[in-house]
């Protein structure tokens, strides 16, 4: 994962997968409170580390932590290619797009779980919101 080239990490296994079908999964436990945050003019839940888990088969192979994530969105002009690279390749030590991918993909499955504020966080956000306005 390219961290607006700042921090280059990569999930890969030990070793090559062999022939055949193959459940390929990577999961990102994100450790913020999420852009909920920025409703009360509170920058903490975005840009914070979280841990990714790359597994084969069931199994997990590795599992990293990035100290940092990005707190914004990416650009509109890149793309999320399933299949092939066509704009920006992660890492060009690796490949150059366009990178096609040669092995059938049989399905793909995408769930993106947002952090959602509990009651006791925006308690806190709307505390801390007071509090800076009673400082101004």
């Known amino acids: 994962m390219a961290l607006v080239d700042l921090e280059r990490i990569k999930w890969e296994g030990p070793d090559a997968l062999t022939p055949g079908r193959h459940l390929v999964e990577f999961e990102f436990k994100y450790d913020g ?11 903490s839940g975005v840009g914070r580390p979280g841990t990714g888990t790359l597994k084969l088969d069931g199994k997990a192979v590795v599992t990293k932590t990035m100290e940092k994530t990005l707190p914004m ?29 040669t092995a059938k993909l049989n399905k793909l499955t995408i769930k993106a779980d947002r ?4 009651p006791a966080d925006i308690q806190k956000l709307q505390a801390a919101q007071r509090d800076n306005k009673m400082s101004e």
């Not at 299949?83 to 797009?97: H, I, Q, R």
């Not at 952090?115 to 509990?118: G, K, M, N, V």
């Open 33 to 43: 409170l999420g852009a909920g945050t920025l409703a009360f003019n509170n920058f």
């Open 73 to 101: 969105i990416l650009q509109w002009d890149e793309s999320f290619d399933i299949g092939s690279d066509t704009l920006t390749g992660v890492n060009d030590a690796d490949y150059k797009p366009p990178f096609p991918l």
């Open 115 to 118: 952090p959602q504020l509990s």
